[in-house]
T-cell receptor, first 111, second 115 residues
């Protein structure tokens, strides 16, 4: 049972435009959500997070939106840059010590 | 000055063999993790150690045994390797205080191939 799902395996965007990555979850006990970014041959790196008591968190070009009623979160990148090309993982937590990850979305930003 | 390092990066071995993957972090973190990225690309937690104490042990076969000699090291030993063990294994670390544990620092991964 995959409790966190990223249904789009890949996304292609033009440089300067907005990238929107989506994530759905099923476990209503999740209270904290994160996005990680991964380059080839490297481990994931933390990007941005949001608590379930909020519906938006912004950090520079990156904004995460949370819709608890729909059990959906999204990551917006504006403007997108070629260096943003990577795999993006959504993750969620309900208990101390355990993150549940989605399967990732490959973002390609074309110059 | 690598934060979280793993050795080896690649590991090719035959079924039935025993192998180990080593992980070291120099961030001063007190919690370390092992994840498995399966063929469907999901990253799944296997084990977590806090101050050398096992705190998370997901449904993992007994053939997998983690060992934490100190807070900076977490090794993974796998006995009697099977074809289904082929995956990328990631080590990670974090601080345990407050919300900090969620922001985990990952190693580059070890690609294990069992033939």
């Amino acid at each position: 049972d995959q409790q966190v799902k990223q249904n789009s395996p890949s996304l292609s965007v033009q440089e300067g435009r907005i990238s929107i990555l989506n994530c759905d979850y099923t476990n209503s006990m999740f209270d904290y959500f994160l996005w990680y970014k991964k380059y080839p041959a490297e481990g994931p790196t933390f990007l941005i997070s949001i608590s379930s008591i909020k519906d938006k968190n912004e950090d520079g070009r990156f904004t995460v939106f949370l819709n608890k009623s729909a059990k959906h979160l999204s990551l917006h990148i504006v403007p997108s840059q070629p260096g943003d090309s990577a795999v993006y993982f959504c993750a969620a937590s309900a208990r101390w010590g355990k993150l549940t990850f989605g399967q990732g979305t490959i973002l390609t930003v074309h110059p | 000055d690598t934060a979280v390092s793993q050795t080896p990066k690649y590991l090719v071995t035959q079924m039935g063999n025993d192998k180990s993957i080593k992980c070291e972090q120099n961030l001063g973190h007190d919690t370390m993790y092992w994840y498995k990225q399966d063929s469907k690309k999901f990253l799944k937690i296997m084990f977590s150690y806090n101050n050398k104490e096992l705190i998370i042990n997901e449904t993992v076969p007994n053939r997998f045994s983690p060992k934490s000699p100190d807070k900076a090291h977490l090794n993974l030993h796998i006995n009697s390797l099977e074809l289904g063990d082929s995956a990328v294994y990631f080590c990670a670390s974090s601080q345990s205080k407050g919300l900090a544990w969620r922001e985990q620092y990952f190693g580059p991964g070890t690609r294990l191939t069992v033939t």
